[in-house]
């Protein structure tokens, strides 16, 4: 069984302004299925044929990002996981759970905010920024390239892409600004709190 590209779960210029059309058409439609494709010609006839995307990652997971079966598996994770945790109008302090979640956690909302913007701004090169759940307990971590937080019993709930193609189109070198965006105006909440529930 091969891997296949999922469609975006909104139209491809739901995102505007803060992504446009154009940044989606490569993201998605270039990048996001070059590492579908990329996936499919090294899984073919391996012992990973039949695995989860994340089951190969975890299977990997001692060398993270140490052969191009891990990388473009995770990339083909990451990116559906991405386009998942935003919507159109999304963004800004959640209600209700979420937030009191956040709290009991960050101490607040823009404490959460600040340490995630710090995060994704922080981390040197291409990589991702995550909010995560472990043992019980939220936090912010970057990764760098293509790496997963799932080792040590670590539940993704949210991901920013910080690779330069995710924002460079409509924000140039500006990462700081497409993070921004990000946050107060993309994040699907209940995205974050579903990944939370099943954590
Ligand atoms: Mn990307």
Redesign the pocket.
């Known amino acids: 069984m091969s891997f296949t590209l999922p469609d975006l779960p909104y139209a491809i210029d739901a995102l505007e302004p803060h992504i446009s059309k154009r940044t989606l058409e490569f993201?998605h439609g270039k990048?996001h299925a070059g590492y579908v494709s990329n996936l499919n010609g090294l899984v073919e006839g391996t012992k990973h044929e039949s695995a989860s995307l994340l089951d190969i990652v975890r299977d990997l997971s001692d060398d993270p990002g140490g052969s191009a079966l891990y990388n473009n598996a995770a990339q083909t994770w990451n990116?559906t996981f991405f386009w998942d945790g935003m919507r159109p109008d999304g963004g800004g302090e959640p209600g209700g759970a979420m937030l009191d979640r956040l709290k009991k956690d960050f101490g607040s909302y823009d404490s959460f905010r600040d340490k995630f913007k710090q995060a994704a701004t922080g981390q040197f090169g291409s990589g991702w920024a995550w909010l995560i759940e472990s043992d019980g307990v939220l936090d912010v971590v970057s990764t760098g390239n293509a790496v997963v937080p799932v080792a040590d019993g670590r539940t993704p709930l949210l991901t920013c892409?910080v690779?330069e193609?995710?924002y460079y189109l409509d924000y140039q070198n500006a990462r700081a600004d497409f993070v921004d965006s990000f946050l107060d105006h993309l994040v699907n909440w209940d995205f974050v709190e579903s990944n939370l529930d099943a954590a």
């Open positions: 993201h990048h990116h892409d690779w193609h995710a």
